[in-house]
């Protein structure tokens, strides 16, 4: 499975601080959780990243 394969599947995205100081994205999809945890500068290097991939998307034409 790549970045560009789509799939059918719905799956839940939350982030949020765990009380050990880190943050955490936790992804739910159907009997799969999946916790994440980041300390505070790898969280911002995350985000840096999800700003640089929508500035990317940004610029793609949608198939239609």
Not at 3 to 20: C, F, K, V, Y
Not at 25 to 44: H, N, Q
Request: hydrophobic residues 40%; proline residues 6%.
């Amino acid at each position: 499975m790549g970045i560009n394969s789509e799939r059918d599947l719905e799956a839940n995205l939350q982030i949020g601080p765990t009380d050990q100081g880190m943050v955490r994205l936790f992804i739910s999809a159907g009997d799969l959780e999946v916790p994440m945890d980041f300390d505070p500068e790898e969280a911002e290097e995350i985000a840096e990243e999800l700003r640089a991939a929508a500035a990317a998307a940004r610029k793609v034409k949608p198939r239609r």
